[in-house]
């Protein structure tokens, strides 16, 4: 598969800044895994503060020619750079599986998901509106202008190696900003090649850069640099909290997507069938690794023994195995911590109680790859139930009450995706006002949009990203008073 990639040209294996594929200023390098075999794919330049502060002077050097081009002229490059990620789908669904290790089928479908986001801020580009307001005095007129925040440091996670930048990266360059990109240091080849089809769709030299290395001397380069006025991330929130505080420094605005806990209530009266379908979806995409998957399955007493005895048949009709194969839908997870902590979760809830019903040990593939696992009589009490598995791990409470399913669905510091599964639209209505939380799904397990708001609250992050609120965050509002009118 690499060499048919490196042949298609989509094979980049240098940083991108002011339009040049460069090494690290020291030409050490970093290699990128297959975690499915661990074979070295490929090794990227590990860059740090230096070539950083570089990608931000060249952002805000593009930043004045950018931000002054016409909205239609900005989104017709983005309507072309949408176009070239979907011509070259294959070639970035292959990269995908390749370094990330979700099946091929989910990749492709993360490519349709990934260019969504610049297809759609390429149509909001046009809509950037601003407001007059009625004064209250006679001889003035009060306007509110919508201008680009400026250059942006965009920080991305590997779970999505596509469609975490596009998603930042869409609106940002709609809007007139120009971007430094950090990918993931596992899955930073995807973000390349999407950048060089930037780059043929004629987004200018400097509007979009690309580093990765030293994570952390990156962001603080990032954070430092008072020509940065914006930091986008998504990960996990430890890291969100850390940039959070040194963001502080220059007062910069700040969208952060954390992580989860997301509860998949089901109710008594839900649709089995609907029920086990949209939960299995909502756990085990991408082998259990997004935010919005599902973290903790509270289930009715009533439908209990059912719904647990349907949903392991499920689970268990679940193929393993490399994201290339034929009928795969459960590859492995990205590296050995992601195994230990599962392993570390399942372990706890195993000695507090808790029974299992299916998996529970590394699969004999070896390697990242774990069986997919149902755990019963899953209590508070336990670590899965408190921290964010993000793994191939399904674990089952039980509940009583309305009451006491929002109760536990809430006792969380996290806020981000939920999901309930109810045939009565009262309590859909009712339980969706109750959660706190940023996304509800009712009766379906994948929610996610291009068009739809995405994001948490508590400490699942701040802001929203995709839909026509995702343009907001990369938006100043300027009020121009008119006197003497
Ligand atoms: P995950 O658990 O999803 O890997 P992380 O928060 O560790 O979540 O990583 C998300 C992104 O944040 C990655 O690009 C990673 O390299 C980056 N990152 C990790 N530590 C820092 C840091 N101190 N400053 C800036 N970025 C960081």
Redesign the pocket.
């Known amino acids: 598969v690499a060499s048919q990639l490196r042949s298609s040209g989509l094979l980049r294996t240098q940083g991108l800044i002011g339009g040049k594929w460069v090494n690290a200023f020291d030409s050490t390098t970093i290699q990128v895994n297959d975690p499915a075999s661990g074979e070295i794919i490929a090794e990227v330049p590990c860059m740090g503060a230096k070539e950083t502060n570089q990608a931000i002077s060249s952002a805000y050097d593009a930043f004045h020619y950018w931000s002054k081009l016409t909205a239609m002229e900005r989104s017709q490059r983005l309507r072309r750079w949408y176009d070239l990620l979907i011509a070259h789908k294959e070639e970035l669904g292959q990269l995908i599986t390749l370094e990330q290790g979700k099946p091929l089928k989910e990749a492709l479908g993360e490519v349709n998901y990934g260019a969504s986001f610049i297809e759609f801020f390429a149509e909001e580009a046009k809509r950037v509106y601003g407001d007059i307001i009625p004064p209250t005095l006679g001889d003035r007129r009060l306007l509110v202008l919508k201008q680009p925040v400026g250059v942006v440091g965009a920080?991305?996670?590997?779970?999505f190696p596509l469609a975490m930048i596009t998603r930042k990266v869409g609106p940002a360059l709609a809007s007139g900003c120009t971007v430094v990109v950090?990918?993931?240091?596992l899955t930073p080849l995807t973000a390349l090649a999407a950048a060089e089809l930037a780059l043929q769709a004629g987004i200018p030299p400097g509007a979009l850069n690309v580093v990765m290395g030293n994570?952390?001397e990156?962001?603080?380069a990032l954070l430092t640099s008072t020509k940065v006025r914006k930091i986008t991330?998504?990960?996990?929130t430890?890291?969100?909290k850390?940039?959070m505080a040194g963001a502080a420094e220059t007062v910069k605005r700040l969208s952060l997507e954390l992580g989860g806990n997301a509860p998949c209530i089901v109710f008594d009266d839900a649709d089995l069938e609907v029920a086990v379908k949209g939960a299995l979806a909502a756990k085990f995409r991408n082998s259990g690794q997004t935010c919005v998957c599902a973290n903790r399955v509270i289930v009715q007493e009533g439908i209990y023994d059912k719904f647990a005895d349907a949903f392991s048949k499920a689970v268990q009709n679940m193929q393993v195995g490399n994201g290339f194969s034929e009928g795969v839908v459960q590859g492995p997870l990205i590296n050995e911590a992601a195994v230990q902590k599962v392993e570390k979760l399942v372990k706890d809830a195993i000695s507090k109680g808790a029974k299992l019903l299916l998996g529970g040990k590394r699969h004999s593939l070896g390697m990242t790859f774990y069986e997919p696992t149902v755990l019963s009589g899953v209590k508070s009490e336990m670590l899965i139930s408190r921290e964010e598995v993000f793994g191939p791990v399904a674990p089952i409470m039980r509940f009583k009450t309305e009451e006491e399913a929002i109760q536990m669905a809430n006792d969380t510091n996290a806020g981000l995706a939920a999901y309930i599964f109810t045939n009565s639209v009262q309590r859909s209505w009712r339980v969706s006002e109750a959660l706190e939380y940023g996304l509800v799904g009712v009766n379906e397990g994948i929610i996610s949009t291009e068009v739809a708001p995405f994001g948490g609250v508590k400490q699942s992050g701040l802001g929203r990203e995709g839909s026509k609120y995702g343009m907001d965050e990369y938006l100043e509002m300027k009020y121009v008073c008119l006197g003497d009118m």
């Not at 920080?155 to 779970?159: A, G, L």
């Not at 991330?233 to 996990?236: N, V």
């Open positions: 920080i991305t996670p590997w779970n950090k990918p993931s240091e994570a952390s990156i962001g603080g991330f998504t990960g996990s430890a890291v969100g850390k940039l």
